[in-house]
């Protein structure tokens, strides 16, 4: 049972490339969120996925799209990447997007854009 | 809007001595409270939650914290640290009935042996 899964760990990026990030979980929880950490700033909600088959902006969305592919995947894409997307991005799962419950995170995918 | 705060950038203890980690929130309604630690290159591990009831909370690893509804705080402790309790740790607020999770900028624990 390995929760939430995250890969790539590491990637570098040239300015205007453009990657996937994927998450995958095995708790059957049905929301999901996409959260970047920059040093200073705690954590800033990307999108999130209340159930499969829908996606919602969070508080940072610009220069990101998602898919929930499954109820199991979802998934965070950079058409363009830019120099302020360098950061490290955690998937998160809970087990519905009720107030009172807890997030689990992934370990993260740590990115550089030069 | 909701909001944290967490007014300490560091927190340095001594091993044994109790271990306090501070925060406040600002929420339009009433409060769902987190606090979350996070090790060198890992995720954020949960380590408890207020939601209703006793203003006390249990977590794990010995840690607890108090919710103050008139100071509108919610500050972690732990009566005896230990070196092992060095990490980052982060304070979390969702209002009732919203989706969105609202993280503080985080304190750095260190304990020294």
């Known amino acids: 049972n390995a929760g939430v899964t995250q890969t790539p760990k590491f990637q570098v990026l040239k300015t205007g490339q453009s990657m996937t990030l994927q998450c995958a979980q095995d708790m059957n929880h049905n929301s999901m969120y996409w959260y970047r950490q920059d040093p200073g700033m705690g954590l800033r909600l990307i999108y999130y996925s209340a159930s499969e088959g829908t996606t919602d902006k969070g508080e940072v969305p610009n220069g990101y799209n998602v898919s929930r592919l499954n109820k199991r995947e979802f998934s965070l894409r950079l058409e363009s990447a830019a120099p302020s997307q360098t950061s490290v991005y955690f998937c998160?799962?809970?087990?519905?997007?009720?107030?009172?419950?807890?997030?689990?995170f992934g370990p993260g995918t740590r990115l550089t854009v030069l | 809007a909701q909001s944290v705060a967490q007014p300490e950038d560091q927190v340095n203890v001594a091993e044994g001595n109790p271990l306090t980690v501070k925060c406040t929130y600002s929420v339009s309604g009433n409060p769902y409270l987190f606090w979350y630690v996070q090790y060198p290159n890992r995720g954020l591990q949960f380590l408890l939650k207020y939601i209703t009831g006793d203003n006390l909370v249990k977590g794990s690893y010995g840690f607890e914290a108090e919710f103050n509804k008139s100071q509108t705080s919610f500050h972690l402790k732990k009566p005896s640290a230990l070196v092992s309790d060095s990490a980052l740790y982060f304070c979390?607020?969702?209002?009732?009935?919203?989706?969105?999770?609202?993280f503080g900028a985080g304190t750095t624990v260190t304990v020294r042996a």
């Open positions: 979390a607020v969702r209002d009732v009935g919203d989706y969105k999770l609202s």
């Open positions: 998160a799962i809970a087990g519905d997007s009720s107030s009172y419950n807890e997030q689990f």
